[in-house]
Nanobody, 121 residues
Framework: VQLQAYGGGLVQAGGYLRLPCAASGRTFNNYGMGWFRQAPGKEREFVVHISRNGDTNYADSVKGRFTISRLNAGSTVYLQMNSLKPEDTAVYYC????????????????WGQGTQVTVSS
């Protein structure tokens, strides 16, 4: 599976962004999809996961502000980020996997290249 995340940018605190991640190469429906982020000097951290049948799992830090969705027909997963905070600043990565410990980055099989999100105060 090839993954391409895009839609990052610079936004003021309280603003919003929507990050699409487009998948190609294999049957998208077979994969659980996750978003992770990595801020400078920090380890990559789990943000959210959506299963093949649409079940979701959010990190506490984004619950109520971020929403993940998937469009299987279009092989795309979306991360809607509202009420952004400066601490959300990071490179955001989408990932795909089959047998997942959904909050563990090493359990994912495929990764996109990342897109930078910067939230100014």
């Amino acid at each position: 599976v090839q993954l391409q995340a895009y839609g990052g940018g610079l936004v003021q605190a309280g603003g919003y962004l929507r990050l699409p991640c487009a998948a190609s190469g294999r049957t998208f429906n077979n994969y659980g999809m996750g978003w992770f982020r990595q801020a400078p000097g920090k380890e990559r951290e789990f943000v959210v996961h959506i299963s093949r049948n649409g079940d979701t799992n959010y990190a506490d830090s984004v619950k109520g502000r971020f929403t993940i969705s998937r469009l299987n027909a279009g092989s795309t997963v979306y991360l809607q980020m509202n009420s952004l905070k400066p601490e959300d600043t990071a490179v955001y990565y989408c990932a795909a996997g089959v047998r997942l410990a959904v909050r563990v980055a090493e359990s994912y099989d495929y990764w996109g290249q990342g897109t930078q999100v910067t939230v100014s105060s």
